[in-house]
């Protein structure tokens, strides 16, 4: 018998696969690890991890923290055994050209560490098969060790971090510090012990991206950070954090940057906002109902105005407090969908779209101006 009306029901359900912003990978020089997910420190135990080991202590300062990470993933990988090793690699010179003589190759000894060519191998086995976090720490600070996990950690859109401890003095910190100039997160001690970078992140990682500021923040197991006051202007000045005491028994976080200067909560919050972006568009793609070229059709324009106008309403809401409102708490932000394409952009269905919005931001450092008078007129007071 033939039917008279047909029923499907179409599933919308495929998960898109989220990032987590508030993860943490935490990479050992000297010991091999396999890539564990740790939930209690009595699991190192099985890693052939020890109670004086630097990655034990760095993970139990995380643990520590108020309102505890779930898990902190770690992996470890023994570079003593490492030999010296050249590595050789022909780079062509990018030159102005100031004559009609052309430039010829030019081989070149790329002074390249055996103990750093080995990590970056491990690394990228690592991320073949794991992922899922988003701040990087080392359990040590190693200037060129560091140096290579933190150009490979920026180079997976992630999140490094790092603290030099009592053996690097507030000159070589702003040294290796200025070498950087990207969004990594510089922190400095000359405390013992002090996994100022391990405490902090382990602080804000439950915190929602960019809700809040890291200066002022005071970590569970806090020391001031060791410098003199002399040190402790440069470093800031710089933009490396440390933990200062801005009055007696108040202590806190400062300057709370990126070594690019850029504020720690912004860079987060960013990197979190252009994943959600992406990801709505995906999932709009991904739905049953096609998103018309703007260059066509003004129904597209709506669509895309409409899938990026649900992420910035999201991010100025209570719950992220990252885009600033009006006093209407109409979002302070502008989208541009363009509606003017060559015909070849129409046929390869390319579109674009721009948008702006201000940062609600935080009031962390100002002048508080204030008057003692008689005089009543001063307060609108009438004689």
């Known amino acids: 018998m033939t039917k008279h009306l047909n029923s ?37 135990k099985e890693l052939d991890v020890t109670l004086e080991d630097k990655i034990y202590k760095k993970v139990l300062d995380i643990f520590s923290q108020d309102n505890r990470i779930d898990k902190v993933s770690v992996f470890g990988v023994n570079l003593a055994v490492a030999k ?3 590595v050789k690699e022909v780079q062509k010179e990018v030159k102005e050209v100031v004559s009609s003589e052309s430039e010829k190759p ?13 990590l970056m191998e491990k690394l990228e ?10 701040f990087v720490l080392t359990s040590e600070f190693d200037e060129e060790l560091s140096k290579t996990v933190i150009q490979w950690a920026l180079s997976k859109g ?5 603290c030099t401890g009592k053996e690097t003095d ?55 950070s060791g410098f003199s006051l002399t040190d402790v202007e440069k470093l800031e000045d710089a933009g490396i954090n440390t933990i200062q005491e801005e009055r007696e028994g108040v202590l806190g976080l ?13 860079e987060w919050g960013r990197d979190n906002m252009q994943y959600d972006i992406e990801t709505a568009f995906i999932r709009r793609q991904k739905s049953p109902f096609k998103i018309y070229h703007p260059g066509v059709d003004p129904r597209g324009v709506v669509q895309i105005e409409g899938v990026i106008n649900e992420v910035i309403r999201d991010y100025a809401s209570d719950f992220r407090e990252f885009i600033a409102s009006d006093e209407n708490g109409k ?4 989208i541009n969908v363009k509606t003017k394409y060559t015909q070849q952009d129409i046929s390869a269905r390319i579109f674009e779209v721009s948008w702006v919005a201000i940062p609600s931001g935080s009031a962390s450092y100002g002048d508080i101006k204030g008057l003692l008078t008689f005089d009543k007129t001063k307060v609108g007071v009438s004689e």
């Open 254 to 266: 400062f300057p709370g940057k990126c070594a690019n200067g850029e504020f720690i909560d912004i």
């Open 84 to 86: 010296t090793a050249e």
């Open 158 to 162: 992630l999140k490094p971090a790092y």
């Open 170 to 224: 507030a000159t070589k910190a702003i040294e290796f510090f200025m070498s950087l100039n990207n969004g990594t997160i510089a922190f400095a001690t000359q405390k013992d012990d002090d996994n100022l970078d391990a405490k902090m992140i382990g602080l804000m990682a439950t915190d929602t991206p960019g809700r809040d500021k890291w200066e002022w923040k005071e970590p569970a197991g806090a020391v001031v």
């Open 8 to 44: 499907s029901i179409m599933l919308d359900t495929k998960a898109v696969k989220e990032a987590t912003f508030g993860d943490i990978l935490i990479i050992d020089f000297k010991k091999e690890i396999p890539y564990t997910k740790i939930s209690d420190t009595s699991q190192f």
């Open 125 to 134: 086995e690592v991320w073949s098969e794991n992922k899922g976090y988003y």
């Open 331 to 334: 979002p302070l932000a502008t």
């Open 106 to 118: 030019e081989e070149k000894i790329i002074k390249t560490t055996p103990e750093q060519v080995k």
